[in-house]
């Protein structure tokens, strides 16, 4: 099995930045992608980022690619970082972080089967 704990979350102003962590443990691959995906109240979940487990590939859902939002692999291997500038009240969501045991790193949520419990991003204006 596989355990997915992200932290990091919070209440900020609009315009602050913020930086996501998500800690992979149990069962190890050799070949893995992790990701963040987004969720508010009444709405699917959105992707947000992926990562290869080298850190080689990422991918970026279109309105965040290049510019307020970036994933990077941390120190160590079992790492996911999001970092999250010029927060907006529309980034307002719960944040999760999501595994498979493949170097997929597109935004179908299907795809992966291993998930965290997700942690709150609330942005103020």
């Known amino acids: 099995q596989v355990q997915l704990v992200e932290s990091g979350g919070g209440l900020v102003q609009a315009g602050d930045s913020l930086r996501l962590s998500c800690v992979r443990s149990?069962?190890?691959?050799?070949?893995?992608?992790m990701s963040w995906f987004r969720q508010t109240p009444g709405k699917e979940r959105e992707f947000v980022a992926a990562?290869?487990?080298?850190?080689?590939?990422?991918?970026s859902e279109d309105s965040v690619k290049g510019r307020r939002f970036s994933i990077s692999r941390g120190s160590t291997i079992n790492t996911v970082y999001l970092q999250m500038n010029s927060l907006q009240p529309e980034d307002t969501a719960v944040y999760y972080c999501?595994?498979?045991?493949?170097?997929?790193?597109?935004?179908?949520?299907?795809?992966?089967?291993?998930w965290g419990q997700g942690t709150q991003v609330t942005v103020s204006s």
């Open positions: 990562i290869n487990w080298s850190g080689s590939s990422t991918n």
């Open positions: 999501a595994a498979v045991d493949t170097e997929y790193i597109g935004g179908d949520s299907n795809r992966y089967p291993y």
């Open positions: 149990g069962r190890t691959f050799s070949r893995y992608a």
